[in-house]
C-alpha cells in the first residue's frame, strides 16, 4: 500500500478528530448528552404560617388563591381526618409533607427508651397521617444532641429506631426525610450523606429514608448549593427560608432569621443550578413568618422570584 501524503494525512487526521468529539458530545451517560433539566418547583406553604380563615377549608382556599399548590401539615395533630381531607378536595391542593410533631419532645436520639418509644409512636402515628393525607413524606428531626444526650448514643438510637420504623413507612408508601436543623446533630453534607448510608445499610430502609433539606438552617454552617449537589436524589422536599449572617453577627444567632426572602445569604441562582443539575423536580415549601392573603400572596412572589434563578 503506497504511503500517505501529508494532505492526506493531515485531511484524516481532522476528520478523525471531528468525529471523535462528535462521539463524546452524543456518548449515552456524557454530560453533553444529558443536559441539566430545568427544574419545576411547585410552591407550598406550613400549615401554621395561614393565618386566617376561621376552618381548614377556609385555609386552604386562602393558600390556594394566594398562588400555592400545597400545604404541609402537622401529624399527629387535633385535625380530624374528614376535616383535612374536605380541605385538601375542595381546594384542590396537595399536602405533600407532613411534619412529625413528636420529634423535639420526644427524640428517637435519646438514651432514655421510654422517651424514645414515644418518639417512635409519633412517628409512626406522622407517616398514618401522611398515608391518609396522600402525602409522600414525614420530616423527621431525628435527634437531639446537647450536655445530657451525646452524639455518639443520639446516632445509634436514632438508627436504630428509624431502621425499626422503615417497614411501616414501606407499607404506607411513605418516605421518612431527615431535616437538618439547630439540633447539634449532622452539621455537613457528607455527614448527612454517610448517616443515611448507616441507616440504609441493612437493606432494609434503603428505598424509604431520605432528606428534607431546609435552605435556611445550613446557612449557619455552610452553602445549600453545596448540600444539594452532594445529597443529589437523597433530597425529598425543600424548606424555603433565609438566613442573614450579618443579623447574626449584630443581633444575635436566632435574628439571622429575620429577613425577607431573596434579601438572606441564600444565593438562589446557584441553588437553582445544584437543583438543576441533580434533577430535583419537587416541592419548595415555605417556613417563613406568616399572615393574612396580603403577607401570603408577598411570600408566594418572592418564592416565585427566587425559583426563577
Known amino acids: 500500500m503506497p504511503a500517505l501524503d501529508r494532505r492526506a494525512l493531515l485531511t484524516l487526521s481532522t ?15 456524557s454530560a453533553a448528552a444529558r443536559p441539566a433539566k430545568k427544574r419545576k418547583l411547585r410552591k407550598a406553604l406550613g400549615i401554621g404560617m395561614i393565618g386566617a380563615g376561621e376552618t381548614l377549608r377556609d385555609k386552604f382556599l386562602l393558600a390556594r388563591d394566594c398562588g400555592f399548590a400545597g400545604v404541609e401539615m402537622d401529624g399527629p395533630s387535633g385535625n380530624k381526618l374528614e376535616d383535612v381531607l374536605a380541605a385538601r378536595d375542595a381546594s384542590g391542593l396537595a399536602i405533600p409533607s407532613v411534619v412529625d410533631s413528636e420529634h423535639w419532645s420526644h427524640s428517637l436520639g435519646d438514651p432514655d427508651p421510654a422517651e424514645r418509644a414515644k418518639g417512635r409512636a409519633g412517628l409512626e402515628a406522622a407517616l ?41 413507612a414501606r407499607e404506607l408508601g411513605v418516605k421518612i426525610a431527615i431535616e437538618n436543623v439547630w439540633n447539634n446533630f449532622i452539621l455537613t453534607p457528607t455527614e448527612a450523606n454517610r448517616y443515611l448510608d448507616e441507616i440504609t445499610s441493612d437493606g432494609i430502609a434503603s428505598d424509604v429514608v431520605g432528606w428534607h433539606l431546609d435552605l435556611g438552617n445550613l446557612l449557619i454552617y455552610g452553602w445549600p448549593e453545596q448540600w444539594v449537589r452532594i445529597l443529589g436524589p ?73 425559583f426563577a434563578g
Not at 140 to 165: C, F, G, M, Q
Not at 242 to 255: A, P, T
Not at 284 to 296: F, H, K, M, S
Request: with cysteine; glycine share 10%; proline share 3%.
Open 128 to 168: 398514618r397521617d401522611a398515608h391518609a393525607y396522600g402525602a409522600s413524606s414525614v420530616l423527621l428531626v431525628p435527634a437531639v444532641v446537647d450536655k445530657n444526650r451525646s452524639y455518639d448514643v443520639a446516632w445509634t438510637h436514632s438508627i436504630a429506631e428509624i431502621r425499626a420504623t422503615a417497614p411501616l
Open 234 to 306: 437523597r433530597i425529598q422536599k425543600l424548606h424555603i427560608k433565609e438566613f442573614s449572617r450579618k443579623k447574626m453577627d449584630d443581633l444575635g444567632r436566632w435574628k439571622g432569621f429575620d429577613v425577607e426572602l431573596g434579601e438572606g445569604d441564600n444565593d438562589w441562582p446557584a441553588i437553582m443550578r445544584a437543583l438543576d443539575e441533580v434533577g430535583y423536580d419537587g416541592w419548595g415549601i415555605a417556613e417563613v413568618d406568616g399572615g393574612d392573603a396580603v403577607r401570603l400572596k408577598d411570600v408566594s412572589a418572592r418564592m416565585d422570584r427566587c
Open 15 to 29: 476528520a478523525a478528530l471531528a468525529g471523535a468529539a462528535l462521539a463524546c458530545q452524543s456518548a449515552p451517560g
